[in-house]
């Protein structure tokens, strides 16, 4: 079982459209967890930290269910420039600052 | 200028070469991650090191050495390439110190894309 979870897709959503991301970790020492953006062929730029408590930055909110062991992602108002792949991410609870990521869900936004 | 850089950025190679995939950094961290990248697989994580001194080896370290010449640098050698380990690969740099138990945000240099014929 890979350690961080994701739907790989693909979603092909209009603009305008809502739309949801889930991943399940399996490591119950992770204590901090992210979603990481990728466009094509590009490095991985973080997206947002996701906290306990949820947490939102403009059209996207991240919430975390650590009972559950998962995370989400929430996309409003797609936008074609939000096409790419979204990276799940978890960090153990060490002092290695070591990530394990997700293999990625990818998100086509189209007209 | 780039914060995390990585050299070359694209290399075609033969079986049982021996390449290097250079990172620098101009963030000053202390962490540097090296990872491939796979379709359908995600990334992995072949070493680590927190500074100098401490190299640690990720999941996939086999066929893979590193060295940590300078906080700034940190190098991947394939001592003998095969086409396996023909994919794209990232370098990554981050700032959280030892002890305080919990990781941060890694930032990533555009990638190396290595094929090995």
């Known amino acids: 079982r890979k350690e961080v979870e994701q739907d790989p897709g693909p979603f092909n959503v209009p603009e305008g459209a809502t739309v949801a991301f889930n991943c399940t970790y399996s490591?119950?020492?992770?204590?901090?967890f992210f979603w990481y953006r990728q466009d094509c062929r590009k490095e991985p730029k973080l997206l947002m930290s996701?906290?306990?408590s949820g947490n939102e930055d403009g059209r996207f909110t991240a919430q975390l269910n650590r009972a559950s062991q998962y995370i989400s992602l929430l996309i409003r108002d797609s936008k074609l420039s939000d096409s790419a792949t979204y990276l799940c991410?978890?960090?153990?609870?060490?002092?290695?600052?070591?990530?394990?990521f997700g293999q990625g869900t990818i998100l086509t936004v189209h007209p | 200028d780039a914060d995390v850089t990585q050299t070359p950025r694209n290399r075609i190679t033969k079986t049982g070469k021996r390449i290097m995939l250079e990172c620098s950094q101009t963030?000053?961290?202390?962490?540097m991650y090296w990872y491939r990248q796979d379709p359908g697989l995600g990334l992995r994580l072949i070493y680590y090191?927190?500074?100098?001194?401490?190299?640690n080896k990720g999941e996939i370290s086999d066929g893979y050495s590193v060295s940590r010449q300078a906080q700034a640098k940190f190098s991947l050698s394939l001592e003998s390439a095969i086409p396996n380990q023909t994919a794209l690969y990232f370098c990554?740099?981050?700032?959280?110190?030892?002890?305080?138990?919990?990781?941060?945000?890694?930032?990533f240099g555009p990638g190396t894309r290595l094929t090995v014929l």
């Open positions: 090191s927190f500074d100098v001194k401490d190299i």
């Open positions: 996701v906290y306990s």
């Open positions: 963030k000053g961290h202390d962490r």
């Open positions: 490591n119950s020492a992770s204590q901090s």
């Open positions: 991410v978890a960090g153990i609870g060490t002092s290695y600052g070591k990530l394990t």
């Open positions: 990554a740099t981050s700032d959280l110190k030892p002890g305080q138990g919990m990781s941060n945000e890694q930032f």
